[in-house]
């Protein structure tokens, strides 16, 4: 860092004397009842309710940057005991929110934050309003049977996850703190029957805020109508100002339709697209078990529960994401005509369909659209699902491809991709004679283009398992190291090539590194 940027950084400040704000809890309806069960809640948008202390609050991560945007220093002993959900701060009114959603395509009722307790609001150093919230901070009346905590395992997942998603420039919730609790919890991580105590955490997350598409629809569900009228307006207040119903509804299609793009071009796959884990600013939310493509596949779903179906794979996402829009318009009925509710599922189309041309022209390095490079992209990825080629280290690579040479030669800078050397690539090399051709056309500058929008590093499910492993025997030190190299994913850092790997054969199969279930 320069001396000049040294001088211009905020002045950082502890988090005991940070001022909150409540906007939720004080313009939205609240559950009258504060007795803290398992339970329905009628006519309320929130239920107040307050973490469950842990034995053992110790700081196993902090994210700088969100804490520099916040203001707000490492946390002391006070701080720690915070982000545990040990302490609760003046001016802190902590609830639970409720919604309900579509899992799995049916709807489930009642859900709500049955783990996750938002402690305040905060104003950010550069005026925007952030939501801290404990994910993991015990139960609530959203909790059903389960025991609101959550495990390291996930919550480091999460952590690293929104950071390394925000450095990739994709919309999403952000993370603050990392604590493990001193506890264990049980976990049978596949639903097989058998159970095991793990190591218990607690993540902070930070957002604008959390209100997802179930919270809508649970109100609509229940004919709560004005609450669902009063959440709308808040919503367009303080996160969409000078829109209109109709006109909001449109901008979050469009946001959506941008954020599908992103998780497209990137090969990242949510896992678990359900209406209440959509996020009403247009953010990934909610990092379960999530993966990045390695082989390209787009079938492939990180999700053990997701199998059967493979609803939520890859090659899915943007289908699922209009129908979950759907399922909101539905929720909004109410409040708009059907028309204008059609015009914003008609424009999240034309947007996604526009946006991932762009994409992909992009990732080859072609500065325009011109007709025939839909046909070249479309036959680009059949031929990568032809035999296992890895995502990022395909089009990372593919800008070092030379525009002349035999296919030898334009399939050399590819190898590290391959992850059967010995395959053919016939197909693979046929589209890349096409390619340089077109290629050819773009100048020299395609190669930092290419660099520009096709990432080095992504956060990879084994990476991810190698720092849960080391983190839970003491040692913070790959945590640290690795999220040091997902805040420069576009860059080549050749002193930490080794994150830039393909997944090695033994995480072929393990668990945490190939397929993860929704308790992930």
């Known amino acids: 860092m320069t001396l000049a940027a040294i001088k211009h950084r905020p002045a950082l400040h502890d988090l005991a004397a940070a001022s909150f704000e409540n906007t939720f809890v004080h313009e939205l309806p609240g559950d009258p009842v504060l007795v803290n069960l398992p339970r329905q809640v009628a006519n309320a948008c929130y239920t107040h309710i307050a973490p469950t202390p842990v034995a053992a609050p110790r700081l196993l991560a902090w994210s700088r940057a969100m804490g520099e945007l916040l203001g707000i220093a490492r946390p002391s002993t006070l701080g720690i005991e915070v982000l545990a959900g040990n302490r609760v701060l003046p001016g802190m009114e902590p609830y639970a929110a409720r919604y309900g959603g579509h899992q799995f395509g049916h709807w489930a009722g009642q859900l709500g934050d049955g783990r996750a307790i938002t402690l305040a609001e905060m104003i950010a150093t550069e005026g925007s309003r952030q939501e801290l919230q404990l994910k993991g901070a015990g139960k609530t009346p959203y909790s059903r049977t389960a025991d609101g905590r959550a495990v390291l395992r996930s919550s480091l997942r999460e952590f690293a996850c929104s950071e390394a998603m925000f450095n990739l420039g994709v919309p999403t919730t952000r993370a603050l703190s990392l604590v493990a609790t001193g506890e264990e919890v049980v976990r049978d991580m596949f639903y097989d029957g058998h159970p095991q105590p793990e190591p218990g955490a607690v993540v902070c997350r930070v957002a604008p805020s959390f209100v997802r598409f179930g919270n809508f629809q649970i109100l609509a569900a229940n004919n709560e109508l004005d609450a669902l009228k009063r959440l709308a307006d808040y919503v367009i207040r303080y996160h969409y100002p000078g829109h209109s119903y109709a006109s909001w509804y449109q901008e979050l299609c469009r946001r959506t339709a941008a954020l599908m793009v992103d998780w497209m071009r990137l090969g990242f796959v949510h896992g678990v697209m359900n209406t209440d884990n959509i996020s009403i600013l247009g953010l990934t939310i909610d990092y379960g078990p999530y993966g990045w493509l390695e082989g390209y596949d787009p079938t492939w779903t990180p999700n053990t529960t997701d199998l ?213």
């Open 308 to 520: 059967p179906g493979r609803r939520y794979c890859y090659g899915n996402q943007p289908a699922i994401a209009q129908w979950n829009l759907a399922r909101l318009a539905e929720a909004l009925l109410p409040l708009l005509e059907r028309e204008a509710l059609e015009e914003g599922l008609n424009g999240y189309a034309e947007a996604f369909d526009d946006g991932w041309r762009r994409a992909l022209s992009a990732k080859l390095g072609l500065a325009s659209v011109r007709p025939g490079d839909d046909e070249l992209a479309r036959e680009l990825l059949v031929a990568l699902a032809e035999t296992e080629t890895d995502f990022t280290l395909f089009f990372r690579r593919l800008a070092e491809v030379p525009l002349a040479g035999p296919d030898e030669a334009l399939l050399a800078p590819l190898a590290p991709a391959f992850y059967d050397p010995s395959a053919s690539h016939a197909s693979l090399a046929a589209w890349l004679r096409r390619y340089v051709g077109r290629a050819k056309a773009e100048g020299p500058d395609r190669m930092s283009r290419m660099a520009g929008v096709n990432p080095k590093y992504v956060f990879r499910n084994y990476l991810a398992q190698q720092a849960i492993d080391a983190l839970a025997s003491g040692d913070g030190v790959p945590l640290e190291r690795l999220m040091r190299v997902l805040e420069r994913p576009y860059d080549e850092q050749p002193e930490n090539e080794e994150f830039a790997a393909p997944r090695p054969e033994w995480a072929r199969s393990k668990p945490g590194c190939s397929a993860l279930s929704c308790s992930s």
